[in-house]
């Protein structure tokens, strides 16, 4: 024990080499600068960024369906529907603006080491927007494709028609939503009740009417 002296106040025990009096071991740096130890809170606070950071890496790329024979699919896709093709790897796969891919049945079966199944399920929809609906509908009967159901009005208002293509996929092809607000617009129906009759707000209809004007001043 260290003897009192009497009139002056000991010094307290020298702390542990590497160390600071008040400062927790661990948080000098090799080059002896003082570093904040982290709170709790704040650990958590970059443990959640960083769970963030990894989570944003991950983006949707592309839908990808199977069919029997490119060159064949290709006359509907790029022929009929005219999307542009972006990735062409010739008769193994293919790729389209906007996200759609078309792989070999062949070849994607030794991909994935199975049998692909092309029947008709039913439950997997490719949608699409035109500006004629009607002038598609005449070019995809003329090309003996098989319907769902010819030209018909949604309860939005709406119209489509649904069809397969060469491999049993179901494609949906529907008329523009701008294009149905102004038919509306037309028939006298207000925006209140055009809102109410699409599920837009009244703001969504504005737009809508907005961009179908923009599009008719940029043809003209």
Request: a neutral charge; hydrophobic letters at 35%; proline letters at 4%.
């Amino acid at each position: 024990m260290t003897p009192r002296v009497r009139g002056k106040r000991q010094p307290n025990p020298a702390p542990p080499r590497g160390t600071l009096r008040g400062v927790h071991p661990g948080t000098l740096s090799p080059e002896g600068v003082l570093r904040e130890r982290p709170s709790s809170a704040t650990s958590k606070e970059n443990r959640d960024l960083s769970k963030k950071d990894q989570e944003e890496k991950m983006s949707f790329v592309s839908s990808i369906i199977v069919v029997e024979e490119i060159a064949r699919s290709r006359l509907l896709y790029e022929n009929i529907l005219h999307l542009k093709v972006t990735a062409d790897f010739g008769i193994y796969n293919v790729g389209f603006e906007a996200g759609l891919s078309l792989y070999r049945r062949a070849f994607f079966q030794e991909l994935i080491g199975g049998q692909a199944d092309l029947g008709r399920h039913n439950n997997v929809v490719l949608y699409f927007e035109v500006d004629n609906l009607e002038r598609l509908e005449e070019e995809i009967t003329q090309s003996g494709f098989a319907f769902i159901h010819k030209i018909r009005e949604q309860p939005w208002k709406q119209r489509n028609f649904r069809f397969y293509d060469y491999d049993n996929h179901v494609l949906e092809i529907a008329e523009r939503m701008d294009i149905v607000i102004s038919r509306l617009m037309q028939d006298g129906s207000s925006m209140e009740e055009i809102a109410k009759l699409t599920g837009y707000s009244v703001e969504q209809v504005l737009a809508e009417l907005e961009k179908h004007n923009e599009m008719r001043q940029g043809r003209s």
